[in-house]
């Protein structure tokens, strides 16, 4: 009987490399990323959101809708409606020279990846409509049952992207008041003018849709599992917001209250929810969003737990904010039923909780009770100075070093107070001061020796390298934009790499993971 321990790698979509990319990671690369974390024990790959972004936006976490993929991470190479010549005439020189570029790159360039990529994809949308729609072929037929299939979220979003674009992408708050208020009769006339467009783009969600169940279906078959990514919420410039108005407080501000780290808390400038109106349709938003994120993916994480008991929110202009709802009792309440909601509908995908920050006790108690998980960050988990022993975390939980917005464990450990330092050491067996290639080993062991269900290692962590994804307040270039240190066939023929993974494979066979 497989054990129920599992070890997983993290490693962004955007950060897969391949000999055959177009500078960024691609759904196709997946089975790929998953072969590779498997020669080093790894039976679980874990990657951020990958829902479609709007141009000049580089975070997962501020997509414009929770349910579509983005077209950016189509392999073009397996689009039935592309080949080489197609894709030779489209490009030009200039476009191969741009793509040759991107792929050396060492960070994603998002703005010059999405145009190569929608100009790649307008071409075969073309030649789908001349061979295939036209003509009325089976690849029409399941394009059809797509739309009609994923229509409750689809349809709104390719009609948000068609209006965006015709608005010369405004904000949707500045559009006409009939299009911006969603007036029957100017909803209809905009299907009507721009039915292209908006066949367009669910054409692309369908290709992105094939190309990830494909994708599923050959992970699954090496015994990995996906682990994905759900956002608390979206943006205010999202297709959700804006067809699901009424359903968001756009009055107020979400951020996370004060801490040691920040006197006057934080301010994410989203939307929030408001609660009375989706407990007014019994939470139908939040069930499909569930439902869709468990089509995607075999676990998912919920970013941000602790908001669906109580959102620290703030009025515009105001510094200091409140919780909603309230009190306590009110916060349990509702919170523990969005969770037992979202629960029920993941149904066979495995909830997470991302419970990490200033959390209640009792939203811990409501997790504990529903059997969610949550996380055990190693440097984190002390009382009073005095580190936990990973042997003994609760076996419901997800240990890991660091996650995608702290730096991995490599560089974290240099910056660590020596008292930390000393102690998480003396667990792992090793001294304070052992240098990265001695202690790369001992603390990975460390971490698979816990007695956590899962643990999670970011891909930075398995190569020894001091490179994160994100650093939480700044904002440049690097952010969001890190890609593999070389090709998954060349880190898969690298020796030093591959005597790691090795080394890796054996620490999780030990583990018993």
């Not at 080093?40 to 501020?62: M, N, R, V």
């Not at 290709?207 to 990995?224: F, K, L, N, P, S």
């Not at 523990?336 to 909601?341: A, F, G, I, L, Y």
Request: aromatic share 8%.
């Amino acid at each position: 009987m497989p054990s129920s321990r599992v070890a997983g790698v993290t490693i962004p979509l955007f950060s897969i490399r391949t000999a055959r990319d177009w500078g960024i990671g691609q759904i196709t690369d997946l089975p790929a990323c998953a072969a590779w974390t498997l020669t080093g024990g790894h039976k679980l790959l874990q990657i951020l959101p990958a829902y479609e972004l709007a141009p000049g936006e580089t975070s997962p976490y501020g997509a414009r809708t929770a349910f579509g993929l983005d077209p950016i991470y189509i392999g073009l190479e397996a689009v039935p409606d592309l080949d080489r010549e197609t894709l030779n005439d489209v490009l030009g020189d200039e476009g191969r020279r741009e793509v040759a570029r991107l792929r050396a790159s060492a960070h994603v360039d998002y703005g010059a990846v999405r145009a190569l990529k929608a100009r790649a994809l307008h071409r075969a949308f073309e030649r789908f409509l001349q061979r295939e729609w036209r003509a009325g072929t089976p690849r029409a037929s399941s394009l059809r049952s797509f739309i009609a299939e994923e229509g409750a979220w689809e349809n709104d979003l390719a009609l948000y992207v068609a209006l965006r674009e015709k608005n010369r992408d405004f904000s949707w708050q500045m559009w006409p008041a009939l299009e911006r208020d969603r007036a029957p009769a100017a909803m209809a006339q905009a299907r009507t003018e721009l039915a292209a467009r908006i066949l367009e783009h669910q054409y692309t969600q369908w290709i992105a849709h094939e190309q990830w169940q494909t994708a599923r279906r050959d992970i699954a078959a090496m015994g990995v599992e996906l682990m994905g990514d759900l956002p608390f919420i979206v943006g205010h410039e999202s297709a959700d917001v804006w067809s699901h108005a009424k359903q968001f407080r756009r009055d107020v501000s979400l951020g996370a209250p004060p801490d040691p780290f920040s006197d006057d808390g934080q301010d994410w400038g989203l939307p929030a929810y408001d609660w009375a109106a989706m407990d007014g349709d019994d939470l139908d938003w939040l069930r499909k969003r569930t439902r869709r994120a468990a089509t995607l993916y075999d676990r998912f994480r919920l970013d941000h737990v602790v908001g669906y008991f109580r959102m620290y929110v703030k009025k515009m202009g105001d510094r200091h904010g409140s919780f909603d709802p309230a009190s306590e009792e009110n916060q349990r309440t509702h919170g523990s039923r969005v969770m037992e909601v979202i629960r029920s509908e993941a149904g066979s995908a495995k909830v997470i909780a991302e419970d990490l920050g200033v959390i209640p006790p009792f939203v811990r108690s409501v997790l504990g009770g529903l059997g969610i998980p949550g996380y055990r960050v190693l440097p984190w988990e002390n009382d009073a100075g005095r580190f936990r022993d990973p042997r003994e975390f609760p076996a419901s939980s997800v240990a890991t070093w660091s996650t995608h917005d702290t730096a991995p464990i490599v560089a974290w450990w240099d910056d660590l107070p020596r008292h930390d330092r000393s102690e998480l050491a003396r667990f792992a067996g090793i001294a304070p001061d052992t240098d990265r290639e001695g202690r790369w080993l001992p603390l990975l062991r460390l971490l698979l020796g816990s007695a956590s269900e899962l643990t999670l290692v970011l891909v930075s962590e398995v190569l020894g390298t001091r490179d994160r994804i994100n650093t939480p307040g700044t904002v440049n270039l690097s952010n969001w934009s890190y890609r593999l240190p070389s090709t998954l066939e060349d880190l898969g023929k690298d020796p030093s790499v591959v005597a790691r993974m090795n080394s890796l494979r054996a620490a999780v066979a030990e583990s018993g993971r």
